[in-house]
């Protein structure tokens, strides 16, 4: 039985795209250099992994068997090799990470970038989505998730807590008032999430029951999946938008958005670093979880009116 580590690799990245074109262009390579991979590791295998059909890949009931069983191996092996490069002091190898969309184009960009240059050794593989990504299926070494945490599976340090503000547009509020209660926000145009149920996303502490949020149905005239074009929208005057400081902080401070029922609370949002549950936390992760806590810093710069800069490691 022949086949090459690289071939089972690039088996769990076809099985996670479920195309050959995705996988190829994921990783840099021909289309023919991942089906070789793929033929090379079914001839070492004996067995059919792929029904080949001329629009789309199907994966064998094999395939989603073997899969199931390598994926912890494989974890292992990485970690091992992770392991005795930290015995060299050396970090490399390659750190696969996702993130949400806004916070990665607004921050964890440059702070990726710092990391990059110190660990030169380190290929990094970056990952921008606002929906949620099965960090175990898609091999991702480290995830950044920002609100609840609904997958108890995996390991999370908090990187730190973020308020929300519900804000609008000067113009917005000139031409349509404000709410004075949190009753009366209903009768207002919204700009919602649509990665997050209404429901859930416009709640409030309750001031009078601890632990029992207050939620209020909202209408959402716009709906959006990306906290920046809903920031955007906000700025142009279409409706109340709730936001993460972190979007909010900078339109808020230079006057383009104006802050709405400020004696109310929306539940924050925390900020984690998580990564799937293993024996040994492998060094590549633990350093960027520790260089991007270092940067958000406390209380996050966002909060203090600080643009983002390189700290020292």
């Not at 001329?54 to 992770?82: C, G, H, T, W, Y």
């Not at 492998?282 to 710069?301: E, L, Q, T």
Request: some cysteine.
């Amino acid at each position: 039985m022949k086949w090459r580590f690289e071939d089972l690799l690039t088996f769990l990245d076809v099985i996670e795209t479920g195309s050959i074109t995705a996988t190829a262009a994921r990783l840099n390579l021909s289309k023919s250099v991942v089906s070789k991979r793929i033929s090379d590791l079914e001839g070492g295998l004996g067995i059919e992994l792929f029904q080949r059909t001329p629009r789309k890949l199907v994966a064998s009931a094999n395939a989603l068997d073997f899969v199931e069983r390598i994926r912890p191996l494989v974890r292992d092996i990485m970690e091992a090799a992770d392991t005795a490069a930290t015995r060299n002091s050396a970090i490399r190898g390659t750190l696969r990470i996702a993130a949400p969309m806004t916070f990665g184009t607004m921050y964890l960009g440059r702070m990726i970038a710092d990391f990059a240059r110190q660990y030169p050794d380190l290929e990094i593989a970056v990952e921008f989505e606002d929906r949620m990504i099965d960090l175990v299926r898609g091999g991702y070494d480290v995830g950044i998730r920002i609100g609840i945490l609904r997958d108890s599976s995996l390991i999370a340090r908090k990187l730190c807590t973020d308020p929300r503000v519900i804000c609008c547009s000067p113009d917005f509020a000139n031409t349509h008032g404000l709410p004075e209660t949190l009753g009366a926000l209903d009768r207002f145009s919204c700009i919602d999430y649509s990665n997050v149920n209404t429901s859930q996303l416009w709640q409030f502490e309750n001031p009078d029951k601890d632990g029992e949020p207050i939620a209020v149905p909202m209408h959402g005239r716009i709906v959006a999946n990306n906290g920046e074009a809903m920031r955007d929208m906000a700025i142009a005057g279409l409706g109340l938008v709730l936001l993460p400081m972190f979007i909010a902080a900078e339109p808020l401070r230079a006057g383009r958005l104006i802050p709405v029922l400020p004696q109310a609370k929306p539940l924050p949002y925390n900020i984690y670093a998580v990564y799937p549950p293993t024996r040994h936390v492998s060094a590549k992760v633990r350093a960027f979880v520790d260089h991007i806590a270092r940067h958000i810093g406390s209380p996050p710069i966002w909060q203090i009116n600080e643009a983002y800069r390189p700290v020292d490691s």
